[in-house]
């Protein structure tokens, strides 16, 4: 057992046991806790207009920092009906999203600068860490609870309203 510890202590990047312990406490328990006390975002409206005329509306908060995007909903157990969240990147560019540590299974719309839908994900799997693209450049991603985009009969095409795009939800 000794010689077991001799050698893990030589290897390059092995930690002693001791600081390999608070390493893992470190982020297994206190980064959840610190993401779960984080403030949440004011609420602001997202209308989508739908090619029939339909407008359907949510309450979203704006993840617009880098912080706040790399966050987005992970460690979250639960999004109320007609919530979501949208990540605004501040220019248009190919969206590279995961669901790493995210419980919901979410629906993932793609928006370009002027808020026209350029592709939905449905039903993202949770904690996967596959990689799901927008592959064409967007402004914008909503996150909605998987299943709303089906619910509603939201297509490519479609439009969100929010300031992010320079239009207003005032319905």
Known sequence: MKAARARAARRPGAFPG??????????????????????????????????????HRYEVEV????????????????????????????????ARMWMKNTFIPLDMVFADRRGVVRGIVRNARPRSLDTI?????????????????????????????HPVFGTRCDN
């Open 18 to 55: 001791a600081f390999a312990a608070g390493f893992v406490l470190l982020h297994v328990v206190l980064v959840p806790l610190f993401a779960l006390s984080a403030p949440a975002a004011r609420a602001e409206p997202v209308c989508l207009d739908l090619a029939g005329g339909a407008v």
């Open 63 to 94: 993840a617009a920092t880098p912080g706040a995007r790399a966050q987005g909903l992970m460690f979250r157990r639960e999004l109320a009906p007609r919530a979501g969240m949208l990540f605004d990147f501040g220019r248009d560019e190919i």
């Open 133 to 161: 693209s927008s592959r064409v450049p967007v402004r914008a991603v909503l996150e909605l609870n998987a299943g709303e985009a089906d619910r509603i009969g939201l297509v490519a095409g479609d439009r969100l309203r």
